[in-house]
């Protein structure tokens, strides 16, 4: 019984041959053709390399793990406590292979001392600093008592984040202690 019903089903087959898919078809000059199609697919993602500091105008960059700057300030006050400016630029190869965003962040507002936070007086005990962001041709800059910086960009891009932090010099002395922030640099798929 089962071979009656494979039987049928062969002969069908045979016969259905003499019809070609479009995909493997017979020229009438007795040629063949068969078309392939390939597919693939590409995740989206991004990646930043190791920074290098392109230029420091008081203060020494050191890279200390993939992926992360050690910046120390050289001199931070003048023997009356006022802040000594600094600048640092900071240059990471990037690339994202889609529409992303950019984010960065400052942990402290700014560079926070160790000790208790003054809020009057003739002392202070952080130095919020500027950071101007230049990526994909477009020029985004924050005050770190802002907080954060986010921005869209609309297309893949490749090539050098530039990354500028000026400290300014002047303003109220600062009390003693030791001053620290953290700035995160964050590139992300969009939306």
């Known amino acids: 019984m089962a071979l009656r019903t494979l039987i049928p089903a062969i002969v069908l087959a045979a016969t259905a041959g003499l019809a070609l898919p479009a995909a493997a078809q017979q020229t009438v000059d007795g040629s063949a053709?068969?078309?392939?199609?390939?597919?693939?697919?590409?995740?989206?993602?991004?990646?930043?390399?190791?920074?290098?500091?392109?230029?420091?105008?008081?203060?020494?960059?050191?890279?200390?793990?993939?992926?992360?700057?050690?910046?120390?300030?050289?001199?931070?006050?003048?023997?009356?406590?006022?802040?000594?400016?600094?600048?640092?630029?900071?240059?990471?190869?990037?690339?994202?292979?889609?529409?992303?965003?950019?984010?960065?962040?400052?942990?402290?507002?700014?560079?926070?001392?160790?000790?208790?936070?003054?809020?009057?007086?003739?002392?202070?005990?952080?130095?919020?600093?500027?950071?101007?962001?230049?990526?994909?041709?477009?020029?985004?800059?924050?005050?770190?008592?802002n907080g954060a910086l986010s921005f869209a960009i609309g297309d893949a891009a490749a090539g050098p984040v530039t990354v500028t932090i000026e400290i300014p010099s002047g303003g109220a002395p600062l009390a003693a202690g030791s001053y620290s922030d953290e700035l995160v640099l964050e590139l992300g798929a969009a939306g």
């Open 33 to 145: 053709e068969i078309q392939a199609t390939f597919r693939g697919v590409v995740p989206g993602g991004c990646r930043i390399s190791n920074p290098t500091a392109q230029t420091s105008d008081n203060a020494q960059v050191s890279t200390v793990s993939p992926g992360s700057a050690d910046i120390s300030i050289n001199r931070l006050v003048t023997d009356d406590g006022e802040v000594i400016g600094s600048t640092v630029v900071l240059v990471l190869p990037a690339a994202c292979n889609q529409a992303h965003t950019i984010n960065l962040n400052s942990l402290h507002g700014g560079l926070q001392g160790d000790g208790p936070e003054l809020t009057g007086g003739p002392f202070r005990s952080n130095v919020p600093y500027a950071v101007t962001v230049s990526w994909a041709g477009g020029t985004q800059s924050f005050a770190t008592e």
